[in-house]
């Protein structure tokens, strides 16, 4: 089976712009989680979809948003960048089940805002 | 405030020596997860510890959750460069906070294995 990918690997943006993240799960997984991790404070929750509908949020600003299409396949928008979105964008599927879902990540796309 | 603790921070040992990692919860835990994570990268899945007083073993790693399910430790065995990496904790806070699953990590700890 293929594991998660993610597109692109490294993306470089200016203050202002925005920017769409891509994830394609593991055939057959129904939910996708995004993170974001950083030096100061680690790897943190963005949100979750399953079935195309957001099902977690964690506690980021409205500017980052995602969706999730009818094949699973996930994106993320972070919009009106800031230098402090500068991270590594991880994505993570499951099957979506309540307990307990092992999360398989990807790769991770890595943004530099300047 | 952060959840999870991880320690140590950081652990540098000499190739062959045994060395332990643990992660610590103010709350129960109802679902550990152990990864790794080679610096930039993705997290490579180790193993998962539902039940207090779990124990897994993979090749020369050995995770065990207490029987509280408050802390869990991560012990390799005869440590060899390719353990190099980041290891870290995520707990699923799901039934702390309702809804679906939910994982929060501690902050990682950097090992580092010299030959």
């Known amino acids: 089976k293929a594991g998660v990918t993610q597109t692109p690997r490294y993306l470089i943006k200016t203050r202002g712009q925005q920017v769409t993240l891509s994830c394609s799960p593991i055939?057959?997984?129904?939910?996708v989680s995004w993170y974001q991790q950083t030096p100061g404070q680690g790897l943190q929750f963005l949100f979750e979809?399953?079935?195309?509908?957001?099902?977690n949020k964690g506690n980021f600003p409205g500017r980052f948003s995602g969706r999730q299409f009818s094949n699973s396949r996930s994106e993320m928008n972070v919009s009106t960048l800031e230098l402090g979105d500068s991270a590594l964008y991880l994505c993570?599927?499951?099957?979506?089940?309540?307990?307990?879902?092992?999360?398989?990540f990807g790769p991770g796309t890595r943004l530099t805002v300047l | 405030s952060q959840e999870l603790e991880q320690s140590p921070q950081s652990l540098i040992v000499q190739e062959g020596k045994n060395l332990t990692i643990n992660c610590t919860s103010s709350?129960?835990?109802?679902?550990l997860y152990w990864y790794k994570q080679k610096y930039g990268e993705g997290l490579i899945f180790l193993m998962m510890?539902?039940?207090?007083?779990e124990e897994k073993s993979h090749e020369k790693i050995t995770a065990k959750l207490d029987e509280k399910k408050q802390q869990s430790s991560l012990h390799i065995t005869a440590s060899q460069p390719s353990h190099a990496g980041i290891y870290l904790c995520?707990?699923?806070?799901?039934?702390?906070?309702?809804?679906?699953?939910?994982?929060?990590f501690g902050k990682g700890t950097k090992l580092t294995v010299n030959p």
């Open positions: 995520g707990a699923d806070m799901r039934a702390a906070q309702g809804g679906s699953e939910k994982l929060v």
């Open positions: 979809y399953f079935s195309e509908t957001q099902r």
């Open positions: 993570a599927s499951s099957s979506g089940r309540l307990s307990p879902d092992t999360q398989y």
């Open positions: 055939s057959g997984h129904r939910s």
């Open positions: 510890l539902q039940k207090g007083g």
């Open positions: 709350k129960t835990l109802y679902g």
